[in-house]
């Protein structure tokens, strides 16, 4: 019952009620003369500095999700859900050269999205609609799962209720504060929230990993717990060390994640919104440090695991909610008002990266589909009220994915989302570095990775929940015709053949003399910095002004 629980959602509601007045104070926060551009409104003026980009882009990639799910794989699964670890301390060394690049070339066209990008690099409105439609397919299970870690917290709590509407009300006010103030303040309103946010799950988790092992006996007692679990578990591939079947997963995992990870519209939104290239190296430089919180976040499954933690029934009958394991083990570890506390940093951290996600949704969707195939004449203001109202919209959807889907869908959705949002990398990250992809190759490649990956998709079963199909990213490699019991990650083996196939078919292109389009950036773009001319649009190419002068002279 709530009232058991009442110093919790006392706490709780006190903390979420102080960042929801941040966010609609956020609208006066280095407020420009003028919020009717999607510059201000959604990219936060392109003023933030390293301070601010930190907590902005740390909020945004380390989200409510990751404090309850990855402790939860950990508790379920053993050594397999600590591929999150390493995939976040590889991707910056991978993105740091990429993101400078996409910062400087974004300064200088005024490019809000990757798609934007795209338009004028490879000339393909098509390609760039492609993108845009991708990335707003990726984000919307993501932001759905942000609710997946508010529900955990509510349910721990006691607020619950029988009926649908009882059970997700909670949720549903939750997530119409959060429009109302992103709506109003734009993407100020996540930056600011993010330091109330990353400070209170600092606090929470050094005093539970501090505080925790003591009560607990020890590190060697938190690890044997665990061992003797997984030695009691019939699913292979269990344990507190990873065995051969399970080793290909995971690092085919941790790679196609770390690939993932900045092809997200929200990710490349907090990049975008920096104020300079050396904003963007600092961070790239010191965002690891969170990788080292999300290690000691993991650890938090071992624990639950230690302290007899039971997780609460799951949505389907004969199921449980793992998600529910980390706010159950502060519940029964720690006094009330630091739970509350607690719940308070994992419903907060739902929120920062839920307004970022909506927000860069509504940019693709207003900036590549609205103003290109529905008002090309659009202004900025009508382009920043469209997205405004977009980004309702998609929290109106991510609420309907929690309220009429199993939980457990909407995490396999997000697994999805994974594959899909890899299959950009050619036109996006590659994009930023060559051009050697002809604009049809890349979409033929496109076609031919989302095609394979929801075939391999299809093919996967969930035994938890019993669903044939579409279970989770784990490809039995049996399928292919080996005589293995190992899985591979569907994203890796999707990419991989997507740029396979856009290579083969640049080369026929090119044979058959197939028209390119004309690259719409110079290579001094890739390196312009804060201070730099802008240049909206962009001059046309010399080859553009030799075509157009042979043209012959409209008929008066």
Same mark, same amino acid.
């Given at each position: 019952?709530?009232?058991?629980?009442?110093?919790?959602?006392?706490?709780?509601?006190?903390?979420?009620?102080?960042?929801?007045?941040?966010?609609?104070?956020?609208?006066?926060?280095?407020?420009?003369?003028?919020?009717?551009?999607?510059?201000?409104?959604?990219?936060?003026?392109?003023?933030?500095?390293?301070?601010? $980009?930190?907590?902005?882009?740390?909020?945004?990639?380390?989200?409510?999700?990751?404090?309850?799910?990855?402790?939860?794989?950990?508790? +379920?699964?053993?050594?397999?859900?600590?591929?999150?670890?390493?995939?976040?301390?590889?991707?910056?060394?991978?993105?740091?050269?990429?993101?400078?690049?996409?910062?400087?070339?974004?300064?200088?066209?005024?490019?809000?999205?990757?798609?934007?990008?795209?338009?004028?690099?490879? #000339?393909?409105?098509?390609?760039?609609?492609?993108?845009?439609?991708? =990335?707003?397919?990726?984000?919307?299970?993501?932001?759905?799962?942000?609710?997946?870690?508010?529900?955990?917290?509510?349910?721990?709590?006691?607020?619950?209720?029988?009926?649908?509407?009882?059970?997700?009300?909670?949720?549903?006010?939750?997530?119409?504060?959060?429009?109302? @103030?992103?709506?109003?303040?734009?993407?100020? !309103?996540?930056?600011?929230?993010?330091?109330?946010?990353?400070?209170?799950? @600092?606090? /929470?988790?050094?005093?539970?990993? &501090?505080?925790?092992?003591?009560?607990?006996?020890?590190?060697?007692?938190?690890?044997? !717990?665990?061992?003797?679990?997984?030695?009691?578990?019939?699913?292979?591939?269990?344990?507190? %060390?990873?065995?051969?079947?399970?080793?290909?997963?995971?690092?085919?995992?941790?790679?196609?994640?770390?690939?993932?990870?900045?092809?997200?519209?929200?990710? %490349?939104?907090?990049?975008?919104?920096?104020?300079?290239? #050396? /904003?963007?190296?600092?961070?790239?430089?010191?965002?690891?440090?969170?990788?080292?919180?999300?290690? %000691?976040?993991?650890?938090?499954?071992?624990?639950?695991?230690?302290?007899?933690?039971?997780?609460?029934? +799951?949505?389907?009958?004969?199921?449980?909610?793992?998600?529910?394991?980390?706010?159950?083990?502060?519940?029964?570890?720690?006094?009330?008002?630091?739970?509350?506390?607690?719940?308070?940093?994992?419903?907060?951290?739902?929120?920062?990266?839920?307004?970022?996600?909506?927000?860069?949704?509504?940019? %693709?969707?207003?900036?590549?589909?609205?103003?290109?195939?529905?008002?090309?004449?659009?202004?900025?203001?009508?382009?920043?009220?469209?997205?405004?109202?977009?980004?309702? /919209?998609?929290?109106?959807?991510?609420?309907?994915?929690?309220?009429?889907?199993?939980?457990?869908?909407?995490?396999?959705?997000?697994?999805?989302?994974?594959?899909?949002?890899?299959?950009?990398?050619?036109?996006?990250? &590659?994009?930023?570095?060559?051009?050697?992809?002809?604009?049809?190759?890349?979409?033929?490649?496109?076609?031919? =990775?989302?095609? &394979?990956? $929801?075939?391999?998709?299809?093919?996967?079963?969930?035994?938890?929940?019993?669903?044939?199909?579409? =279970?989770?990213?784990?490809?039995?490699?049996?399928?292919?015709?080996?005589?293995?019991?190992?899985?591979?990650?569907?994203?890796?083996?999707?990419?991989?053949?997507?740029?396979?196939? !856009?290579?083969?078919?640049?080369?026929?292109?090119?044979?058959?003399?197939? $028209?390119?389009?004309?690259? +719409?950036?110079? $290579?001094?773009?890739?390196?312009?910095?804060?201070? #730099?001319?802008?240049?909206?649009?962009?001059?046309?190419?010399?080859?553009?002004?030799?075509?157009?002068?042979?043209?012959?002279?409209?008929? /008066?």
């Amino acid at each position: 019952m709530w009232r058991d629980h009442l110093t919790e959602i006392i706490v709780f509601t006190l903390l979420f009620l102080l960042v929801s007045a941040m966010g609609f104070v956020a609208a006066r926060w280095r407020a420009p003369k003028d919020m009717a551009h999607l510059d201000e409104w959604g990219l936060g003026g392109r003023s933030f500095g390293g301070w601010i $980009t930190w907590f902005l882009v740390g909020g945004d990639l380390y989200t409510a999700y990751t404090f309850v799910a990855v402790p939860a794989l950990m508790f +379920g699964a053993g050594a397999a859900g600590f591929f999150a670890v390493p995939y976040t301390v590889i991707i910056y060394p991978l993105v740091f050269l990429v993101l400078v690049r996409l910062w400087s070339v974004s300064h200088r066209h005024g490019f809000v999205t990757p798609a934007d990008f795209v338009r004028k690099r490879f #000339d393909s409105p098509t390609l760039a609609l492609i993108i845009a439609i991708t =990335g707003i397919m990726a984000t919307m299970p993501y932001i759905a799962l942000q609710l997946v870690g508010i529900e955990a917290v509510l349910k721990t709590m006691g607020v619950t209720g029988e009926s649908t509407l009882a059970r997700h009300l909670p949720i549903i006010i939750a997530f119409a504060i959060l429009a109302a @103030y992103t709506y109003q303040s734009g993407l100020r !309103a996540p930056a600011l929230i993010a330091f109330v946010k990353d400070t209170l799950i @600092y606090i /929470v988790i050094l005093v539970a990993v &501090l505080y925790l092992p003591y009560k607990l006996g020890g590190w060697g007692e938190i690890f044997d !717990a665990a061992d003797a679990k997984f030695d009691a578990s019939p699913a292979p591939g269990d344990g507190v %060390l990873l065995n051969p079947n399970n080793q290909l997963q995971y690092i085919t995992l941790a790679l196609g994640s770390a690939l993932a990870l900045f092809l997200y519209p929200h990710s %490349l939104t907090g990049v975008l919104a920096a104020k300079n290239r #050396d /904003v963007i190296k600092r961070n790239m430089s010191a965002l690891p440090a969170y990788s080292l919180l999300l290690g %000691l976040i993991a650890l938090l499954g071992y624990m639950a695991i230690a302290a007899g933690v039971t997780p609460l029934p +799951g949505a389907s009958e004969g199921t449980v909610d793992n998600n529910t394991v980390v706010p159950l083990l502060f519940e029964q570890q720690f006094p009330s008002w630091f739970a509350g506390v607690a719940f308070a940093a994992i419903g907060i951290g739902a929120l920062v990266p839920a307004a970022i996600m909506s927000i860069a949704a509504a940019n %693709l969707f207003t900036r590549n589909i609205y103003k290109e195939y529905l008002r090309k004449d659009a202004s900025p203001a009508q382009e920043a009220n469209v997205s405004k109202i977009t980004s309702l /919209v998609v929290k109106v959807g991510a609420v309907a994915c929690i309220v009429f889907l199993d939980p457990q869908f909407s995490i396999d959705l997000q697994l999805i989302g994974g594959v899909i949002i890899l299959q950009t990398l050619p036109a996006v990250a &590659l994009g930023l570095y060559t051009r050697w992809f002809h604009r049809g190759a890349l979409i033929a490649g496109w076609a031919a =990775g989302m095609g &394979l990956g $929801t075939w391999m998709l299809y093919q996967i079963p969930n035994p938890a929940t019993k669903r044939a199909h579409f =279970g989770g990213s784990a490809f039995p490699l049996e399928k292919f015709g080996f005589d293995t019991p190992r899985t591979i990650y569907v994203g890796l083996v999707a990419v991989a053949v997507n740029l396979l196939v !856009a290579a083969i078919v640049t080369l026929i292109l090119r044979a058959a003399k197939v $028209t390119e389009g004309a690259d +719409g950036t110079r $290579t001094d773009d890739y390196f312009a910095d804060e201070g #730099d001319p802008r240049v909206i649009p962009a001059p046309r190419e010399e080859a553009e002004i030799a075509a157009a002068a042979t043209e012959p002279a409209p008929k /008066v």
